[in-house]
């Protein structure tokens, strides 16, 4: 498969990782997002004469890719990801998967038209401790899962100028928030019916339009309660400690599963015993893409998954900004 990169924002390191697991895939060609794209990866960790365009689509109709790596400021994401769409690109690509529940319409409507698999890039899917919990919860070890909370913690430290507005930046809950959003949904095989939000930007003046903590509260389809916090508010300076601090408890009828300390060990409590769990491997999910695409079997991450998470966090914006609960 010739892979093409639009961008190099966000989340491009998993891809260029993940190419080192997928033999199947050959790197061809980027282009950049815009004039402000130092293509910073080229020559370090891709070769130094990889064709570099200026127009991602000019780049799609003269290279011709299966497959198509998207990593653009967020609020063009949609467009971009169309156009690779249209190109009859297989797409990964930075989440949110659009930053409007009108422009996820959009492209929804062109994947279906273009019979392409898109998969947002929810790296925690991938996450050891995350799987480990997953396994556990489908071995029915806490029983029926019926409640679960979850942490999203990072610095603010720099953040870029798109930051400043809602209309460019999207929002917390659907560049931080969705994370944990999708890693509920992943560990305990539930999806969701309704949520409530709190956010705001309390202390960075500077990026008016990015709330720097917030909270979500999420009925789950089976019933029980979810709730997630999310901020930019962990410490970062001289002292150093993990950039993000993950975090996930579930309880079921039957025990509690866990895993705290930037996701570094899982903790399984029952009436028997508290054990420390051994981590199931972890996954690259852009090589775990291409290797499903490459073999025609379901990746880690499906393309409805990839839509329903983007969703859920664009509505849970809606009841932010509504102040109310919304159906999911």
């Known amino acids: ?58 780049m799609l109709d003269e290279v011709r890719p299966d497959l198509a790596a998207v990593f653009v400021p967020f609020y063009r994401l949609a467009e971009a990801a169309m156009a690779a769409a249209e190109s009859g690109c297989q797409i990964f690509m930075e989440k949110p998967l659009a930053t409007t529940l009108e422009d996820l319409a959009r492209l929804r409507a062109a994947v279906d038209r273009a019979g392409v698999q898109v998969a947002a890039c929810l790296t925690c899917r991938g996450d050891a401790a995350f799987r480990t919990i997953r396994q556990a919860v489908l071995a029915g070890r806490i029983g029926r899962c019926i409640y679960a909370a979850a942490q999203k913690s990072y610095p603010f430290n720099v953040r870029d100028e798109f930051y ?5 930046y999207g929002g917390t809950i659907s560049w931080i928030g969705i994370h944990a959003i999708d890693y509920i949904h992943y560990c305990t095989g539930q999806d969701y019916r309704r949520v409530a939000a709190i956010a705001s930007n309390q202390a960075h003046p500077s990026r008016p339009g990015m709330e720097d903590q917030g909270g979500l509260l999420l009925e789950l389809s089976g019933g029980g309660a979810v709730v997630i916090n999310f901020d930019y508010l962990r410490p970062w300076g001289k002292h150093k400690r993990p950039w993000g601090d993950d975090r996930l408890r579930i309880a079921g009828t039957e025990g509690i599963i866990e895993t705290k300390d930037s996701a570094s060990a899982v903790e399984l409590m029952t009436p028997d015993a508290t054990e420390t769990l051994p981590l199931a491997p972890a996954v690259n999910i852009f090589a775990d ?23 859920i966090a664009l509505k849970a914006r809606q009841a932010q900004d509504s102040g109310r609960f919304v159906e999911l």
């Open 164 to 168: 400043r507005t809602r209309q460019t």
């Open 1 to 58: 498969m010739k892979l093409a990169i639009i961008g190099s924002y966000g989340h491009l390191p998993v891809v260029l990782e993940g190419l080192k697991q997928a033999p199947d895939v050959q790197l061809v060609a980027a282009a950049r997002w815009g004039q402000d794209d130092s293509m910073g990866f080229v020559g370090t960790a891709a070769p130094a004469d990889l064709p570099v365009h200026d127009d991602y689509r000019a």
């Open 289 to 311: 893409f291409a290797a499903a695409l490459a073999g025609g079997t379901q990746p880690l991450l499906t393309t409805e998954e990839s839509f329903r998470a983007t969703e």
